[in-house]
């Protein structure tokens, strides 16, 4: 669902994200909405906490998805407004449905490439994004972007993964599947910024100043038991498994769900995993 003058997808360098979320990595996210939430609802509070979102501020929240961050910083800019944009159609639309269910009026979605998207000049108190900001093509032009939407002294706190042996959920996941190589840490993906270092380096240049990294970690949850976590974590893999054999894949999947049945514990399944939350202001 988009909105007159939505601009997803204008940026040639961030093409294949588009085509990625309003294609099967969008289906699966949409479907899986609220399972999302809660399985990184451990750091959720953590980040917005981080956000210090006061009544009357004007936030922007990246790559919104299914509007779970945007409507929890409009319940605390209660007298400003918020809007999340994403490129995934699919999301936005759920995030829409989600704002009239909760009769949440201060926040609007849109549609929109935030590295590129012409948004106002320094009308924005605070920009926020929890894990929607390690995919832009070119994350210095991105942030440089959105920080011309700050005001002088506003900020954005992001929640980024820290590096994959800090994860898990993900080398776990990766090995039953036999994939030998992890996401890089240097281009579009979950561990794009990972790194303190080059997380410093890409905020630096794009202007913003008082960069800071504070690492959280808390467990992510996948499901009530073992069925309901493996039905999830099964579709999650499913790019991966599809073109191979089905011998292969059942046996993928055996080894799959008894990795899920060995995590599962009093709180349901759940393995490890560990963020940074990072902070940064416009001078």
Avoid: K
Wanted: charged content about 20%; overall charge negative; glycine content about 10%.
């Amino acid at each position: 669902m988009s909105t007159p003058g939505d601009d997803a997808g204008d940026d040639a360098g961030n093409h294949a994200q588009h085509e990625a979320w309003n294609g099967p990595t969008g289906t699966i996210w949409t479907t899986w909405a609220d399972r999302f939430d809660a399985g990184v609802a451990a750091h959720h509070t953590a980040f917005l906490d981080a956000a210090e979102i006061a009544p009357a501020e004007a936030v922007l929240d990246v790559g919104c998805g299914a509007g779970r961050t945007s409507l929890d910083a409009a319940r605390a800019a209660v007298d400003g407004p918020v809007t999340g944009v994403d490129i995934a159609a699919g999301l936005l639309a759920v995030a829409r449905r989600r704002a009239v269910e909760a009769g949440v009026r201060n926040v609007a979605f849109r549609e929109a490439d935030a590295q590129v998207h012409p948004f106002p000049p320094a009308e924005l108190d605070v920009v926020v994004s929890r894990h929607g900001s390690m995919f832009f093509a070119d994350p210095v032009a991105a942030f440089t972007n959105l920080a011309a939407g700050l005001r002088r002294g506003g900020r954005v706190v992001l929640l980024t993964w820290r590096g994959i042996e800090h994860q898990e959920w993900m080398r776990s996941f990766l090995s039953v599947a036999g994939v030998r190589n992890s996401p890089p840490t240097d281009a579009p993906g979950p561990l794009s910024l990972s790194e303190p270092a080059r997380i410093h380096r890409v905020l630096r240049a794009a202007g913003l100043a008082d960069v800071s990294v504070t690492a959280h970690r808390a467990p992510m949850y996948y499901g009530a038991d073992v069925d309901d976590a493996f039905g999830f974590v099964a579709d999650l893999q499913s790019g991966l498994l599809g073109d191979l054999r089905p011998e292969t894949r059942d046996r993928i999947l055996t080894a799959l769900r008894a990795d899920v049945a060995a995590h599962e514990g009093a709180d349901g399944v759940t393995y490890d995993s560990a963020t940074w939350i990072v902070r940064a202001r416009r001078p």
